[in-house]
């Protein structure tokens, strides 16, 4: 006997996913620059070196995030 997924379920968990996104890329970001302040702060340079590699890195770090998410959204709606 085989069970079929519920689609309005699935439906939901689709957009609990896409509504989660931009708040996780905001926590990894905040987090990343958050630290680079902080090592900026105890390691002084004149540059601010350390928040700038860190937060570019945070945004990286974020859209890898983003896009393994969508390519796991999208193939379990393929299916």
Known sequence: ???KKD???RT???WLALINIPIQMGVIVFGFSYLGNRL???YPNPNDI???IL???GVA???YNINRQLKDINKSSDE
Do not use: G
């Open 1 to 3: 006997m085989t069970f």
């Open 7 to 9: 689609p309005k379920k």
């Open 12 to 14: 939901k968990n689709k």
């Open 40 to 42: 900026d702060e105890k």
């Open 50 to 52: 350390y928040v700038k």
């Open 55 to 57: 937060t570019l890195a």
């Open 61 to 63: 770090l974020s859209f």
